[in-house]
C-alpha cells in the first residue's frame, strides 16, 4: 500500500528552502538569530576565548525578537528606534559580562536588523506578529550597502561598519536613509539594492558589463537618479535647478553638497523643465556615462570621463 504524496504547495517549497538556508534546530525566531550571526561572525575577533559569550548574546536576542510582537509600547518610529538601540546595548552587555569587551554597536545592528530580515524572509503567515513593524526596521549596514549608490553620501562614519561605536551616529545613517526614500520602508529599499549591489559583484555580471554597450543601448537617465540628485525648488518668481555634487573627503567618505546650477522662471512648462533637466544630465561637469557599465552618474562617482569607480575597482582592481 503506497503512500500519498501530494505535490508540493508554493508554502512546502518555501519551507525546503528555508530548511536549507536557516536549518532545522529550534523555533523560527532561533532560526533567524542563529542564521544572522554568521552575517557578522567573522567580524568578532577571539570570542572563541569567551566562549560563553555568544550563547549568552544569542539567547538576550531570541528573547527580545520573541517578545516584540507583544510589546505594546512600540508603536511607531520613536518607540522603535528606542526598543532598538536598547537591544543593541543589552547585546553588547551580554558579550561583556562573558569577558568579550568589544562588541560593537556596528556588530550588533548587524545582528539584530539581519534577524528582523530574515524573520520577513519567513513571513507573515509562518512567523505572525511582526507586520506591523516592518516600515520601521532599520538597513542591515554592510559593506555592500555603503559602497551602493543609491546610499552614498549618507553615511559619516570614520570606521568599518563593524566598529561603529556611536549609537547615534548609527541611527544618522537610518533617517537619512528614510529621507532619502520617504515612499518606501527602508528594508524594502535594502532588499532591492543589496539584491543588485550583490549581484553585480559576482563574476556572471562582470561578463555583462564588460561587453560594450551599442550606441542605440545608451543609458536613459533614470528617475532615481533625477529625484535622488537634481532638486527644484520654488524661490519667489522663479523656480531653482540644483545639484548634488559628490565630494570626496579622504578617499573613503563621500560628502555630499547641493549647487545651484540654473534658474528659471515660475511659469516653465513642463516640456521645457524636462529639457532643462536633461542639458543637466549631459553636462559631464555634473554626470558621466561609464563605458563598462554603461551607467549615468554623478560625476562624483566617475574616475574618468568613460569609468565609474565601481567598474574601476571590480575590472580593474583600482583601490580606492
Ligand atoms: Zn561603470
Redesign the pocket.
Given at each position: 500500500m503506497s503512500d500519498n504524496f501530494p505535490e508540493p504547495s508554493p508554502l512546502d517549497q518555501h519551507d525546503f528552502l528555508l530548511l536549507l538556508y536557516f536549518g532545522a534546530e529550534g523555533d523560527d525566531v532561533a532560526r533567524a538569530v542563529r542564521r544572522a550571526y554568521q552575517d557578522l561572525s567573522r567580524t568578532v575577533y577571539r570570542v572563541g576565548s569567551c566562549p560563553e559569550a555568544r550563547p549568552l548574546a544569542q539567547e538576550v536576542l531570541r528573547s527580545e525578537l520573541a517578545a516584540l510582537p507583544s510589546r505594546d509600547d512600540v508603536t511607531n518610529q520613536g518607540t522603535f528606534d528606542a526598543w532598538h538601540e536598547d537591544v543593541c546595548r543589552k547585546l553588547s552587555a551580554a558579550f561583556a559580562t562573558a569577558g568579550y569587551t568589544s562588541f560593537r554597536v556596528g556588530q550588533a545592528q548587524k545582528w539584530l536588523n539581519m534577524a528582523l530580515k530574515y524573520i520577513y524572509v519567513f513571513g507573515e503567515t509562518r512567523l505572525p506578529g511582526y507586520a506591523r513593524f516592518y516600515r520601521f526596521c532599520h538597513v542591515p549596514i554592510d559593506n555592500i550597502v555603503l559602497n551602493s549608490p543609491r546610499f552614498y553620501g549618507l553615511a559619516h562614519f570614520a570606521e568599518a561598519w563593524s566598529r561603529i561605536t556611536e549609537y547615534s551616529k548609527y541611527l544618522a545613517f537610518q533617517v537619512a536613509v528614510r529621507e532619502r526614500f520617504p515612499h518606501s520602508p527602508p528594508l524594502a529599499v535594502e532588499f532591492r539594492v543589496w539584491q543588485q549591489e550583490y549581484a553585480s559583484n559576482n563574476p556572471g555580471h562582470l561578463q555583462l558589463?564588460q561587453r560594450r554597450p551599442s550606441p542605440e543601448s545608451l543609458p536613459k537617465p533614470s528617475e532615481d537618479l533625477i529625484r535622488d540628485f537634481i532638486r527644484q525648488e520654488r524661490v519667489g518668481n522663479s523656480i531653482r535647478l540644483s545639484v548634488c555634487q559628490i565630494l570626496w573627503k579622504g578617499s573613503h567618505e563621500p560628502r555630499s553638497h547641493w549647487r545651484q546650477v540654473m534658474t528659471l522662471p515660475a511659469e516653465t512648462d513642463a516640456a521645457a523643465m524636462i529639457k532643462a533637466i536633461d542639458a543637466i544630465l549631459h553636462d559631464g561637469r555634473y554626470f558621466g556615462v561609464?563605458?563598462?557599465?554603461?551607467?549615468r552618474?554623478p560625476a562624483g562617482w566617475?574616475l574618468s570621463n568613460r569609468?565609474?569607480?565601481?567598474?574601476?575597482s571590480?575590472?580593474h582592481g583600482v583601490v580606492f
Open positions: 558589463t561609464c563605458k563598462e557599465c554603461n551607467e552618474l566617475m569609468l565609474c569607480h565601481r567598474c574601476a571590480t575590472n
